[in-house]
């Protein structure tokens, strides 16, 4: 495997179920991102580790609970979701720092709540 | 705020030259990136600029100028590959990317 890839690349899921997002990078980075893509709107930007921490969280709903095991693994643990989460969700991964940091994506979730 | 402003849609002829404008708010900045999206597939860099002026890269271009807060990606000899929604990013005084809409450009024969 190269790049960024994610895990399930397609998910229906009823509003009482549990689900987790998965994103694996192998790139050599240290910085992973959490991105929500929804129709005509621009990238939103849900969580960013740096050096396995936690720096950004933009007042994501609780019902979003991300999970960062290590610098190449990040998760995204779904439970009681609303049909206007349904988007495609994105996970990034550069090299952790200011500075000119170029973000390598994933190919995306699609992710639908009935 | 910070606010990213580019057209929603535009079409051009395979063969010809495009321009999508970007014009940017942001608190501080730290560059300007534009991505490609191809529909249903992953946005991949394009370009960076920091310094005011033109950077080409093959058929692409683009173009900064920090004074006006206004980017342009210039792609030339289009063809229909390039058909892909086309994202303008600012990076603000933290260094997290603030994101436009995209651009949906669409290639006719």
């Known amino acids: 495997e190269t790049g960024v890839t994610q895990t399930p690349r397609h998910l229906v899921m009823g509003m009482t179920n549990k689900k987790s997002l998965k994103c694996e990078q192998h790139?050599?980075?240290?910085?992973m991102y959490w991105y929500k893509q929804s129709a005509k709107k621009p990238l939103e930007l849900m969580f960013v580790y740096s050096l396995e921490e936690r720096v950004e969280n933009n007042s994501v709903p609780s019902r979003f609970s991300p999970e960062c095991p290590n610098s190449s693994h990040l998760f995204l643990h779904l439970h009681t979701l609303q049909p206007e989460d349904s988007a495609l969700y994105l996970c990034?991964?550069?090299?952790?720092?200011?500075?000119?940091?170029?973000?390598?994506f994933g190919p995306g979730t699609r992710l639908t709540v009935l | 705020g910070q606010n990213i402003d580019q057209p929603t849609e535009m079409t051009a002829t395979e063969g010809a030259i495009v321009q999508i404008n970007c014009t940017y708010q942001t608190s501080g900045f730290n560059g300007l990136f534009w991505y490609q999206q191809h529909a249903g597939e992953a946005p991949t860099f394009l370009s960076y600029n920091v310094l005011d002026g033109l950077e080409e890269k093959g058929r692409f271009s683009s173009f900064l100028s920090r004074s006006k807060g206004y980017s342009y990606l210039l792609l030339k000899e289009l063809q229909m590959k390039d058909s892909a929604s086309y994202l303008c990013?600012?990076?603000?005084?933290?260094?997290?990317?603030?994101w436009g809409a995209g651009t949906k450009l669409i290639i006719k024969p």
């Open positions: 790139l050599g980075h240290n910085a």
């Open positions: 990013a600012a990076m603000d005084s933290n260094y997290q990317l603030i």
């Open positions: 990034a991964s550069s090299r952790a720092g200011g500075d000119y940091n170029e973000q390598f």
